[in-house]
């Protein structure tokens, strides 16, 4: 009779046992999963901001093009008449 109660005693605790230790593997498969989504927010971070570098390169680069291209000289004034003379009407 105590072998019995013991056998039964000893399935139960094992029972009990696997049932409280259901959740923590939940817990780590949730724990996975955010770490995973973590890692494609960080991935599509990092390409955004790739994105963003190259097109300020690329904004850069054609600034540099702008400003290196020579400009038309400018058309000289004419020297104003000397005071003295005034244009005749």
Do not use: I, V, W
């Not at 013991?6 to 724990?31: H, I, N, Q, V, W």
């Amino acid at each position: 009779m105590h072998k019995s109660f013991a056998y039964a005693l000893m399935l139960a605790t094992a029972l009990g046992l696997a049932a409280c230790d259901k959740p923590s593997e939940d817990k780590a498969e949730e724990a996975r999963e955010a770490q995973s989504e973590a890692q494609e927010s960080m991935n599509d971070a990092a390409e955004h901001s790739q994105d963003a570098a190259r097109a300020a390169d690329e904004a850069a680069q054609e600034r540099a093009e702008e400003n290196s291209e020579p400009t038309p000289p400018a058309m000289p004034t004419p020297p104003p008449a000397p005071a003295d003379q005034q244009p005749q009407q």
